[in-house]
């Protein structure tokens, strides 16, 4: 099956700074790709719909200067947390889009960032 | 969107069957009816998916009641590698013709030895 791969895996920055997330599918193209994050004992919330040549579609409530996503290309999606605070500690994980409602979407492994 | 309700959580002992309930009451014609599960640490996966017919893959089987307001997730012989949360979703439109998947609370499987 397709494969989504995102790195790193595990990341520990300093509050104040920024930390780049990258995403990558690895046998297809990706015209569209989600960005998830996960606090512990939650379920995944939806951050953003990442569009490849385009703006990211933000969710409600989600900062975009704060989250910012870049599709570049069709198969790397970046998402940089910018001025990291230790709230954002978070578990962010991608996934690929499908142009068809009955296919399977694919994960990248996600990434735990903690903010010191 | 068509929301899901999950028990919080079930218990299942190895090698025996394990049945996961999904109550979706408000399933449009169109859902598509997915399953996905999430391994601590780990990005979800996916596990199944079907709209009106029972389906049957290498991981597990999908049982959809004829009026599709409720399915269930068949684990024939759960193993320790199948302690997980696991996701119902009713596969929704997104922006553009991409499909995204809004995820519940899951239900929280854990298979003693």
């Known amino acids: 099956g397709a494969v989504v791969s995102q790195h790193p895996s595990r990341v520990i920055c300093k509050s104040g700074t920024s930390v780049k997330i990258e995403c990558r599918s690895l046998?297809?193209?990706?015209?569209?790709m989600f960005w998830y994050r996960q606090f512990p004992k939650q379920s995944l919330m939806l951050m953003a719909t990442?569009?490849?040549?385009?703006?990211?579609?933000?969710e409600q409530g989600v900062e975009k200067d704060k989250f910012l996503i870049n599709h570049a290309s069709l198969t790397l999606s970046t998402l940089t947390v910018t001025s990291a605070h230790p709230e954002d500690s978070s578990f962010y994980i991608c996934?690929?889009?499908?142009?068809?409602?009955?296919?399977?979407?694919?994960f990248g492994q996600g990434t735990r960032l903690t903010v010191v | 969107d068509a929301k899901t309700t999950q028990p919080n959580s079930m218990e299942s002992n190895e090698e025996e069957p394990v049945h996961l309930p999904c109550n979706h009451s408000?399933?449009?014609?169109?859902?598509?009816i997915h399953w996905y599960r999430q391994l601590p640490s780990q990005g979800p996966e996916y596990v199944i998916h079907?709209?009106?017919s029972n389906v049957n893959n290498r991981m597990a089987s999908l049982a959809i009641a004829e009026d599709r307001k409720s399915s269930t997730l068949i684990l024939h012989r759960a193993t320790l590698r199948d302690a997980a949360v696991y996701y119902c979703?009713?596969?929704?439109?997104?922006?553009?013709?991409?499909?995204?998947?809004?995820f519940g609370k899951g239900t929280l499987l854990t298979v003693n030895p």
């Open positions: 079907g709209l009106t």
């Open positions: 979703i009713l596969r929704d439109v997104g922006g553009g013709s991409n499909y995204k998947l809004t």
């Open positions: 990442s569009n490849e040549g385009s703006k990211a579609t933000y």
């Open positions: 996934s690929s889009g499908t142009s068809f409602m009955n296919t399977e979407a694919f």
């Open positions: 046998d297809f193209q990706a015209t569209t």
């Open positions: 408000t399933i449009s014609g169109t859902d598509y």
